[in-house]
């Protein structure tokens, strides 16, 4: 994941888009205040290895994709061993549930990264 192809992500987001973070986080660091997200995994190579999406039902106070990341690494295990830092790409919080899990299947096809979720898979 670099730079260029988060600028190229980000594109695909199109007026949905919050804002432009063309930066990767540390597993650890809060994401900001956004409440919808499509957030990119990278591996210690930096490479992209997971692609997923938050859209909760609820405001939080923190990053949406921070608390969902939080959640995915919980405890000892090989994501918390494999994941190194994660990108965001932020939605706007009127963005509609169709266009985020639209765009997380787009992002995840675009990396070339399998969609590990069931209810993708048809």
């Not at 994709?65 to 939080?70: D, G, N, V």
């Amino acid at each position: 994941m670099t730079p260029e192809r988060y600028e190229a992500l980000a594109g695909l987001a199109g007026s949905w888009l919050e804002e432009r973070r063309c930066a990767p986080l540390d597993l650890d660091e809060d994401s900001g205040r956004e409440e919808r997200a499509v957030y990119v995994v990278v591996n210690h190579d930096g490479d992209a290895c997971y692609c997923g999406r938050t859209r909760p039902t609820r405001s939080l106070r923190r990053g949406a994709a921070a608390t969902r990341l939080r959640q995915h690494t919980a405890g000892a295990g090989s994501k918390r061993e494999e994941w190194r830092a994660y990108w965001v790409l932020p939605l706007r919080p009127s963005t509609p549930d169709p266009i985020v899990d639209a765009l997380e299947r787009t992002v995840a096809a675009r990396l070339g990264l399998p969609l590990q979720n069931r209810r993708w898979r048809r």
